[in-house]
């Protein structure tokens, strides 16, 4: 409750055009509704370490409540594998870039690839997991001509089993 | 290859400007990694295709010798005659092999470098 009031207050002084949330909490719809007084963010850097969110429609929320968001970063960000159907009312972001680093691709990637989110200029996947392949497979099949610049960082080898990642990207 | 499954590179038509970082690396599967890095850019269909940039870990202190000709034959490929940059970056804390990977990759990139498109750092 503390947090939400100091950003209220914040928010009638602030209009930033980056905004990091790290570790925020995520699941509590208040502090969800508190995102809403930042509208004037451009670049937003979500940071999830250590959760796993259920719904993917979080993601359709974090939309509308940053509705001129033109940069958007995910770190340690996972969700569960649960089935999502988009909402076509939902506001779709025209994004500049898209930069996803430690994340769990597969399904996050998908909800990219249904809500038809393709970043005009960066698309970046840094330390994605093998697992996430087709995923990257999916999402380049369907928008692979409109990516104008793209940053791919792999393990070497992948620890757990010696079989290089960089097979997984053929 | 158990995560074998396809990241259809080949569908990358527009493509201006890639990045690979290989973050970590097991010395023994450097010349693989070379490899497929000149693999992975075969499959690029783009035509358009302006800046190429390479993170790679620095070699061991006493490499052998590593050689890049796979990349250059790729590279050299016409569709690639739109390329005004190409960089190799190497990391790591030792930088005593740095010297032996500059001088191969110019020398197997000769074309590359003649055109003064070919960048080799350290850190």
Same mark, same amino acid.
């Given at each position: 409750?503390?947090?939400?009031?100091?950003?209220?207050?914040?928010?009638?002084?602030?209009?930033?055009?980056?905004?990091?949330?790290?570790?925020?909490?995520?699941?509590?719809?208040?502090?969800?509704?508190?995102?809403?007084?930042?509208?004037?963010?451009?670049?937003? #850097? *979500? +940071?999830?370490?250590?959760? /796993? @969110?259920?719904? $993917?429609?979080?993601?359709?929320?974090?939309?509308?409540?940053? &509705?001129?968001?033109?940069?958007?970063?995910?770190?340690?960000?996972?969700?569960?594998?649960?089935?999502?159907?988009?909402?076509?009312?939902?506001?779709?972001?025209?994004?500049? #870039? *898209? +930069?996803?680093?430690?994340? /769990? @691709?597969?399904? $996050?990637?998908?909800?990219?690839?249904?809500?038809?989110?393709? &970043?005009?200029?960066?698309?970046?996947?840094?330390?994605?997991?093998?697992?996430?392949?087709?995923?990257?497979?999916?999402?380049?099949?369907?928008?692979?001509?409109?990516?104008?610049?793209?940053?791919?960082?792999?393990?070497? @080898?992948?620890?757990?089993?010696?079989?290089?990642?960089?097979?997984?990207?053929? | 290859?158990?995560?074998?499954?396809?990241?259809?590179?080949?569908?990358?038509?527009?493509?201006?400007?890639?990045?690979?970082?290989?973050?970590?690396?097991?010395?023994?599967?450097?010349?693989?990694?070379?490899?497929?890095?000149?693999?992975?850019?075969?499959?690029?269909?783009?035509?358009?295709?302006?800046?190429?940039?390479?993170?790679?870990?620095?070699?061991?202190?006493?490499?052998?010798?590593?050689?890049?000709?796979?990349?250059?034959?790729?590279?050299?490929?016409?569709?690639?005659?739109?390329?005004?940059?190409?960089?190799?970056?190497?990391?790591?804390?030792?930088?005593?092999?740095?010297?032996?990977?500059?001088?191969?990759?110019?020398?197997?990139?000769?074309?590359?470098?003649?055109?003064?498109?070919?960048?080799?750092?350290?850190?």
């Amino acid at each position: 409750m503390r947090l939400t009031k100091v950003l209220r207050l914040l928010s009638t002084h602030l209009k930033p055009s980056s905004l990091l949330l790290g570790e925020w909490p995520i699941f509590d719809q208040q502090t969800i509704a508190t995102l809403a007084l930042f509208p004037s963010t451009e670049r937003l #850097s *979500l +940071e999830m370490h250590h959760v /796993a @969110v259920e719904d $993917l429609r979080y993601l359709d929320t974090v939309f509308v409540n940053f &509705p001129n968001i033109r940069e958007l970063r995910m770190e340690h960000c996972a969700f569960e594998n649960a089935p999502y159907t988009p909402d076509n009312q939902v506001f779709t972001p025209r994004l500049r #870039s *898209l +930069e996803f680093i430690n994340c /769990a @691709v597969m399904p $996050l990637l998908l909800y990219f690839l249904r809500r038809q989110i393709v &970043p005009t200029n960066l698309f970046s996947l840094k330390c994605f997991k093998p697992g996430g392949i087709p995923a990257v497979g999916e999402y380049f099949s369907r928008f692979g001509d409109l990516l104008q610049e793209i940053q791919l960082g792999f393990h070497g @080898v992948s620890l757990s089993t010696g079989n290089f990642t960089l097979y997984s990207a053929f | 290859m158990v995560y074998y499954n396809g990241a259809n590179f080949q569908c990358l038509t527009g493509l201006q400007r890639l990045s690979i970082n290989i973050l970590h690396h097991n010395p023994l599967y450097y010349r693989e990694h070379i490899k497929h890095l000149a693999l992975i850019l075969d499959k690029i269909p783009s035509l358009v295709l302006k800046k190429i940039s390479f993170v790679i870990p620095i070699l061991p202190p006493t490499p052998s010798r590593v050689r890049w000709h796979l990349m250059a034959n790729v590279l050299q490929q016409s569709r690639f005659s739109q390329l005004t940059e190409i960089v190799f970056q190497f990391i790591g804390y030792d930088e005593s092999s740095y010297g032996y990977a500059k001088a191969w990759i110019l020398e197997d990139l000769a074309p590359l470098d003649e055109r003064g498109i070919l960048s080799v750092r350290y850190n």
